[in-house]
């Protein structure tokens, strides 16, 4: 991903495992930038009934992501890396699946989140292995920490749509559903 230089820094890390390790965090920033944005598409053009309280939460959700692209680009800076945290950058590596901007009910934006924060929050999970895997706890404590909270906010917008029902995912699946066909397969 990057072929920047490594800067000089006396943590005990090898640098090929440091570049390794900078490689993913920069991943993650993409990512965590690309759905910070997301949010805020979601945030600005909600409408409805639950406009203010909706409106209230990706406003929180956002600003909560804004502290994770810190974290994580400031991690790659201390193993003496470049954080490559441009829009455009972000645009070109993401992972997270474009946000439909032809939506704008409460609902609609809510399955829409819960569809990029539910892979997010997989690919931290991954970052947490990798990095430990790499020998750097300190990343993967870090990549701990957000998801923790990248999982509690999936469990507020799931909660919004459970109360309805099971939720339906903007790709036509629901988690009932996924579940069902799992148990189905397993028992073949």
């Given amino acids: 991903m990057s072929s920047t230089p490594l800067h000089f820094t006396r943590i005990d890390l090898p640098a090929n495992v440091r570049s390794q390790i900078i490689d993913i965090l920069n991943q993650t920033l993409a990512n965590t930038l690309d759905l910070k944005t997301q ?28 502290e994770f692209i810190d974290l994580v680009a400031e991690r790659v800076t201390a193993l ?27 609902k609609s934006h809510l399955i829409a989140l819960a569809d990029r924060y539910a892979p997010y929050a997989k690919l931290l999970r991954d970052g947490i292995a990798e990095t430990d895997d790499l020998g750097d706890a300190d990343t993967a404590d870090l990549y701990t920490e957000v998801s923790r909270a990248i999982d509690k906010r999936l469990w507020f917008l799931e909660a919004h749509l459970q109360a309805e029902g099971t939720p339906v995912s903007t790709n036509g699946s629901s988690a009932e559903t996924k579940a069902t066909n799992g148990k189905k397969k397993s028992k073949k």
């Avoid at 950058?89 to 992972?95: G, R």
């Fill in 39 to 66: 949010v805020k598409q979601a945030h600005w053009n909600v409408k409805g009934m639950d406009f203010y309280q909706l409106h209230q939460l990706f406003d929180e959700m956002s600003s909560e992501l804004e």
């Fill in 80 to 106: 003496g890396g470049t954080a490559l945290g441009t829009a455009r950058l972000a645009a070109q590596t993401s992972e997270i699946p474009e946000y439909p901007i032809d939506i704008f009910d409460g």
